[in-house]
Each structure stands twice: as C-alpha cells, then as structure tokens.
C-alpha cells in the first residue's frame, strides 16, 4: 500500500469548484485527514493517515500508550484498507493529495498553480484519480 511521487487528483464529481476546509468541529474523517495533513505536510504516509484517522475517532484516543497504539496498527492493518483514493478530501473537498518520492503526503488544492501544473502533466507525477462518490 502506498504511492510514491503520485497526486490523486479531485474526484470527476467533486461537488466544489475550489477547495473547502472541513468543519473542524466534528471529527469527521475528512475534518480529522484535512487536520493531520495541514498541521504537517510531507510527515505522513498513506498507512499513517489511514491508522490516525481510525484510532482519532475513538473515544478512548487519549488515552492510549505506545504498545496499545501499536497492536491496534496490526490489527487494523491485518485486513486490507481502502486507499486515500476513497478519502473524502478529494471526493468532496477539493483537495488534491500529493504523494512525494517516499510517500509522504500533502495537500493540494484544486485551485492551486501546483495542482493545475501536475494534472496537466508537467512535472513527473503519475495522476490518478479519487474515487466517484456516485456510481453514473
């Protein structure tokens, strides 16, 4: 699991024009991803940002030592996982995750000049799309 020096693009029936920051206010996946990823760009790989998101959203998070967090990673990861090609930031949100050449990720926001550079394929990044929220 993971990409490397990849973009996955806004979804063909993203709902925005340009980016929107989720409500923060409820911990929400796209409000948990938008903060994990904004607070620390290039920090994270996919299998971070799937894991944190999931153990965020517990009501026990706090919690949590370092043992306990690791043998909820194996377990969470002893089944497979949908990509960040399901998240909800380049489903719903407008932003585009940007993937560098060891896998750590950032956001990218449909209106940015970076955005618009890669989509058009201008600098040595594989694009793939997010997933359609609606199956037409």
Partial sequence: MGYHRTLIAVADDCPVDASVVPDGA???VAAVQYAMLAAEPYRLTQEDVLFLTWVHRRPDAEELDENELA???????SRSRACLRAS????RYGFGLLFDDEGRIALCPMESAEYRRIVAGGA???VVKAMRTSRR
Avoid at 71 to 77: G, Q, V, W
Avoid at 88 to 91: C, F, G, Q, S, W
């Fill in 71 to 77: 043998a909820l990673r194996d377990e969470f990861f």
């Fill in 124 to 126: 040595g990044y594989t």
């Fill in 88 to 91: 909800p930031l380049p489903k």
């Fill in 26 to 28: 409820k911990r929400t």
